[in-house]
C-alpha cells in the first residue's frame, strides 16, 4: 500500500527511490524479514509521561515533575520532555533534574 500511495503526486515528486527493502523486494516473507531485520530504535526514549501547564489535557506531570492526581510522586527524567528532542538527551535530562531537584529544596 505505501509503494502505492508513494508512486502518485505529490509524493512521487518528493520520494528519490526506496531504500528498505528495496524495489527487488515483492513478496511478503521477503518484506518481513527485511523488516525483522533493519527495525531499530533510537536507545533514548523521551516524551512518554509529558510535562505541562495546568491547561494541557496530554500533560502527565507539572512543571515540577509532579505526576498529576498522585500524591507524593514525581517523575524527573527524559520521559517528561513534552516533545522528542532532536539531540543527545543525556545532559539535557541531567539539567531538568537538577532544576526540579532544587525546586524540592
Keep these: ?7 502518485h503526486k505529490p509524493f512521487a515528486d518528493m ?4 531504500l528498505a527493502p528495496g524495489p527487488a523486494s515483492r513478496d511478503r516473507a521477503s518484506i518481513n ?6 527495525v531499530i530504535t533510537y536507545q533514548h ?3 512518554t ?5 495546568a491547561k494541557d489535557p496530554t500533560a502527565v506531570v507539572d512543571i515540577e515533575g ?3 492526581g498522585v ?18 538527551t543525556a545532559f539535557p ?13
Design 93 to 105: 535530562t541531567m539539567m531538568l533534574a537538577e532544576l526540579i531537584a532544587a525546586k524540592m529544596i
Design 1 to 7: 500500500m505505501i509503494r502505492d500511495i508513494a508512486r
Design 71 to 88: 500524591t507524593g510522586l514525581r517523575v524527573v527524567d527524559a520521559s517528561i520532555w513534552p516533545d522528542v528532542p532532536s539531540v543527545a
Design 66 to 68: 509532579r505526576v498529576r
Design 33 to 38: 524479514a527485511t523488516l525483522a531485520a533493519s
Design 49 to 53: 509521561v509529558p510535562m505541562g501547564g
Design 15 to 18: 520520494i528519490g527511490g526506496e
Design 45 to 47: 526514549p523521551t516524551s
